[in-house]
């Protein structure tokens, strides 16, 4: 497709923010404002990161779309009030990292759920019957306890997404992966401690982030705009601004829940507080 106006792109930088659980919805969104940033052919991009993580995959498909598009353009990431786990994660897919000082990071682990009813289930009196092909079909089933095999199999899976983690902060920070697993623990720590560990460059704002960008790039930091990419917003919201705000405490515990009820018994890159 040929953009009319690519001087006026050219000049600017993208922006785009992740914010919140990273899902499905997070993942298609922000692929979609990536190709956009490489066909309209920004310079370079800011990527705004405010998420506690989520799930493995999405967050996987987003680093691997950051490394192929840094390949063309500079990626300066900028972490938020938190950026933890799978934000971390996501993060590494930048040339280089911005963080506040007192920025929420780290949580560098893999964490995997599920729900036992058992117990509940017996006092109501409900039992189920199942019929499966193999020993393992119905693990993390929320009718009765795990078996040790069954927790062996779920240890070696995360196991296995943890060490994928490891060597993606090993390879996107130039850090041993001894150094990684040194703080890959599941701790949180700050931004001024993430710049200590390696884990960031710079500490600063997004305003700075924004201006180390335009640096990179050869472009005016005092003159240089971001063109931010966005979600078209739902017709009621754009016809009735104020409609969204008395219900966004309400939608962002719904939001929650669902990604709770729709991740159960999915390896997560997420901080739980």
């Known amino acids: 497709m040929v953009w009319p106006f690519k001087p ?5 930088i993208a922006r785009i923010e992740i914010t919140g659980a990273i899902a499905g919805a997070t993942r298609k969104r922000v692929l979609e404002a990536l190709k956009t940033v490489e066909e309209k052919k920004f310079p370079a991009l800011l990527l705004r990161i405010d998420s506690p993580g989520g799930t493995v995959g999405d967050s996987q498909e987003i680093y691997s779309a950051l490394k192929r598009l840094r390949e063309k353009i500079k990626i300066v990431a900028s972490f938020g009030n938190i950026s933890a786990s799978g934000g971390v ?36 009196g409900v039992s189920f019957q199942v019929i499966k092909s193999g020993p393992y079909k119905d693990i993390l089933s929320f009718d009765r306890q795990l078996t040790q095999p ?6 070696e899976l995360i196991d296995t997404s943890y060490q994928q983690f490891v060597q993606t902060v090993a390879d996107g920070r130039s850090l041993t992966v001894e150094a990684v697993k040194s703080f890959a ?16 460059d710079r500490l600063g704002t997004e305003e700075d982030a924004r201006r180390w960008t335009a640096e990179l790039v050869g472009l005016d930091p005092e003159k240089t705009l971001c063109y931010t990419l966005e979600e078209r917003k739902p017709l009621l919201s754009r016809l009735l601004p ?18 709770e009820m729709s991740t159960s018994g999915l390896p997560l890159w997420l901080y739980r507080p």
């Open 8 to 12: 006026k792109f050219r000049k600017q």
């Open 89 to 124: 994660y996501i993060g590494m897919g930048a040339e280089h990292i911005v963080s506040n000082p007192g920025t929420i990071t780290g949580s560098i682990g893999v964490i995997l759920r599920g729900n036992n009813l058992e117990r509940l289930l017996e006092k109501i």
């Open 150 to 155: 069954e927790e062996n199999i779920l240890q």
């Open 185 to 200: 623990d599941g701790r949180i720590f700050t931004g001024q401690q993430a710049l200590e560990l390696g884990v960031v």
């Open 242 to 259: 104020g409609s969204r705000q008395v219900s966004s405490g309400i939608r962002s515990g719904i939001d929650w829940l669902e990604f």
